[in-house]
């Protein structure tokens, strides 16, 4: 695997895959999934990353002192984060949860234990900065209803696009921000909307998103269209409605528009990024379980990682810069 590979090299494998709500703000699968977790291991000898050399390890490339901190450091200097012996589900193992399925540039080729995408990156570096190796982390997957819920968790930690909201924290706990997001209108060539420059150009396409997703709210905030935008249990059921040509435009997270643009439709077209519709930068964000012990632990190793420019060299690393016009 290129470690400099990009959104766009992402995009030349994606034929082979259909994407069904990868981004959005909110998660990938929306209510498709399985609400029954199913687990895979990264036990050594097992996983791909029993096999991947030290070069297609996204933590080998990090910066030096970052993702590679000896236990101790990172997570671990904060008070009560004693490295690898936090409160987990499992003592001794950090069980990570994403979604089913996952996708680029997130989750490369569906499989999170092989430590490619950024998020799986930014797991295992979270990990190893709370003093965990690979051998000790668990993979499960959950639905993004279901991660968001005011229900106990099966994991320790869920990262899959979640926006940090109020509203959610009121069910949820999060850890500090890991990818300060941005939102984005995708299309088909020869649509009403293809080739439109600015917001004022949007009042009157037909616009949707996922539901319960900030994607979905930054149509209202950020073009205030003329019509009601259409809701979709999942970002595919979106993808699916463009195609057909339900809707004109499709709103996700960047890096996920850019996917469905460039590799999932043939005859895609990505308009342009959102402004923000809030004063404060939208987030993705760790999900713990509402009063989970690990948060603050948690926590202090994302900050770790995001002081360190770990964050920032995953990202260029994961999701390079895009370039996409700016609506305004």
Do not use: H
């Amino acid at each position: 695997m290129n470690p400099a590979r990009s959104v766009a090299l992402a995009l030349g494998t994606a034929g082979l895959l259909v994407l069904t709500g990868c981004g959005s703000t909110d998660g990938a699968d929306g209510a498709a999934g399985s609400t029954t977790p199913t687990s895979t291991s990264a036990a050594a000898g097992t996983g791909p990353s029993a096999t991947a050399s030290a070069s297609e390890d996204p933590s080998a490339s990090a910066p030096a002192g970052s993702a590679s901190a000896p236990a101790g450091s990172g997570g671990g200097a904060a008070a009560g984060c004693t490295p690898g012996e936090l409160p987990t589900l499992s003592p001794g193992t950090l069980t990570i949860a994403t979604s089913e399925p996952a996708y680029e540039p997130w989750i490369v080729d569906n499989d999170p234990t092989n430590g490619q995408g950024y998020e799986s990156a930014v797991a295992y570096a979270v990990a190893e900065q709370l003093g965990y190796d690979k051998a000790q982390v668990t993979w499960t997957r959950v639905p993004f209803e279901a991660v968001i819920a005011p229900t106990p968790k099966d994991f320790d930690f869920d990262l899959n696009q979640v926006s940090i909201s109020d509203e959610r924290r009121a069910a949820v706990d999060f850890s500090s921000g890991y990818y300060d997001v941005v939102q984005a209108v995708v299309t088909v060539k020869g649509s009403p909307i293809e080739g439109v420059t600015t917001l004022a150009g949007l009042k009157d396409a037909r616009l949707g998103a996922m539901i319960g997703t900030t994607s979905l709210d930054a149509i209202s905030a950020s073009i205030a269209p003329s019509s009601e935008p259409a809701i979709f249990d999942s970002n595919d059921a979106g993808v699916q409605a463009l195609q057909a040509g339900s809707i004109d435009g499709l709103v996700l997270d960047l890096p996920s528009a850019l996917y469905v643009a460039n590799a999932q439709l043939p005859d895609g077209s990505l308009v342009g990024q959102l402004p923000a519709s809030t004063a404060d930068t939208e987030q993705f964000g760790l999900v713990l379980d509402k009063g989970s012990e690990l948060t603050a632990c948690v926590t202090a190793a994302v900050d770790a990682l995001r002081e360190d420019g770990t964050l920032d060299a995953l990202a260029q690393q994961w999701i390079a810069d895009t370039g996409a016009p700016a609506l305004s």
